[in-house]
């Protein structure tokens, strides 16, 4: 099972620590095996360990065990920057510490977690050696244990399920929360050159799967005329009208304005990711400065098109209507950069590739590096003048 589970259904458990408090010795307890090296002299591990495992009852999850930090630092001395990378793309941490107890270093660490909104445990360790007062206010559960002895091992990971946070866990609805049995929902999915052949995309197709499990009703059109067309068939308005991002002006030109609108892609901003962050990222657009370096990222390597949506509609529009001088990287695939801080802007793909939980946590990788961050099909709506449209049927506030 463990090897088994898509990649992006892992969640990412980060070890830190102070040296010597025996984060390595606790990987290697939680996974019943020797992974990263112990020994009594402080620095044993220099760059972060990693590992793949199925940790029962959690589930699949990636531990990352890193290079101890002095207690006499804060969270701006952290030893490495590795460590702080790592940082960001954890879901759930462990702060490890040993029979000292907690001190400046611990209480710094704290501070950041809680600024960074990752779940944490304190984890007091060699518990066999003694047993240090711990205040009883903290903000997050206290584990005694014994990584050598292997004691109370299992009773951690039992506090590592509680914590997992419902939103890692559950995802909203896409589509049916806004539609009542009975409705009619059009649904504008225009098939051009860009569409595969013979069927629908994916986003599409839940979308309508959504619909019907609703018991409304999806009529699915290809563009604004049509969308006149069948506007005198119906007998009444539709609840929503759902588009593809590309057609979003030509649409919401001839959809009344009393008819909410939205777009696949904003639907697939709440399902997949996080509405307020993309929201508040879009409007940032209008903000960037001259020189801006914008980061294009794409969850898929695919075969570039001419009119590949991240290396040239993307740029050109954005150009185009903010008319500044700008700077555009781009990344595919896994391959999501980790000096995200130096960029203005993150305009990233509807991760179709990427799990809700794998996408969260690219936004959170952004937010954590204080990047504004937005998705492809928000950007068009932003540049296009409809943002606040599409996003009224959700009652997202800025
Ligand atoms: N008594 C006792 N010793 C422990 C326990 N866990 C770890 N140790 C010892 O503490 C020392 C440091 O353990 P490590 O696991 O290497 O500590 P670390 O936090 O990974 O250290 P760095 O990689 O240097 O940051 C080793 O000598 C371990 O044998 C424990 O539960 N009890
Ligand atoms: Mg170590």
Not at 32 to 48: E, F, N, W
Request: aromatic share 6%; proline share 5%; glycine share 6%.
């Amino acid at each position: 099972m463990a090897l088994t589970a898509p990649r992006g259904e892992r969640l990412n458990i980060g070890l830190f620590g102070r040296r010597n408090v025996g984060k390595s010795s606790l990987l290697n307890a939680l996974c019943a095996q020797q992974v990263s090296i112990v020994s009594d002299t402080p620095g044993t591990t220099t760059d972060a360990v990693s590992k793949i495992y199925e940790l029962i009852p959690v589930g699949p999850v990636t531990f990352f065990d890193t290079a101890g930090i002095d207690d006499s630092g804060t969270i701006g001395t952290l030893r490495t920057a590795a460590t702080q990378k790592i940082m960001n793309k954890t879901d759930i941490a462990l702060l490890v510490t040993d029979e000292n107890g907690i001190g400046t270093y611990e209480h710094s660490l704290m501070g950041t977690l809680n600024t960074l909104n990752i779940p944490f445990i304190l984890v007091v360790n060699k518990s066999d050696k003694a047993n240090p007062l711990i205040a009883d206010k903290l903000p997050c559960p206290v584990v005694r244990i014994s990584a050598a002895k292997k004691e109370n091992i299992e009773h951690l990971k039992a506090v590592i399920t509680d914590i997992v946070p419902d939103y890692l866990k559950t995802a909203p609805a896409l589509v049916r929360d806004l539609i009542t049995q009975g409705q009619t929902v059009v649904c504008i999915a225009p098939i051009d050159s860009s569409a595969p052949k013979g069927r629908l995309i994916l986003p599409q197709v839940q979308v309508i799967r959504d619909i019907l499990d609703a018991h409304a009703y999806a009529y699915v059109i290809q563009n604004d005329r049509e969308f006149l067309q069948i506007q005198e068939n119906l007998k009444t308005p539709p609840a929503l009208v759902i588009t593809d991002s590309q057609l979003i002006r030509s649409v919401a030109a001839v959809v009344p304005s009393e008819i909410n609108l939205t777009t696949f892609s904003t639907l697939f901003a709440r399902y997949k990711g996080d509405l307020k962050i993309l929201y508040d990222g879009a409007k940032h657009l209008q903000n960037l400065p001259d020189n801006a370096e914008i980061l294009i990222a794409e969850a898929c390597s695919h075969h570039v098109q001419d009119d590949d949506i991240a290396r040239v509609k993307m740029p050109t529009l954005i150009k185009n209507v903010l008319k500044k001088e700008l700077h555009f990287e781009w990344s595919a695939g896994s391959d999501f950069p980790d000096d995200l801080n130096r960029f203005d802007i993150v305009i990233h793909c509807g991760g179709c590739m990427l799990s809700r939980l794998e996408t969260l946590r690219r936004l959170n990788e952004c937010v954590r590096s204080g990047v504004p961050v937005t998705n492809f099909g928000m950007a068009l709506s932003a540049m296009q003048g409809v943002l606040d449209r599409v996003i009224r049927p959700f009652g997202v506030q800025s």
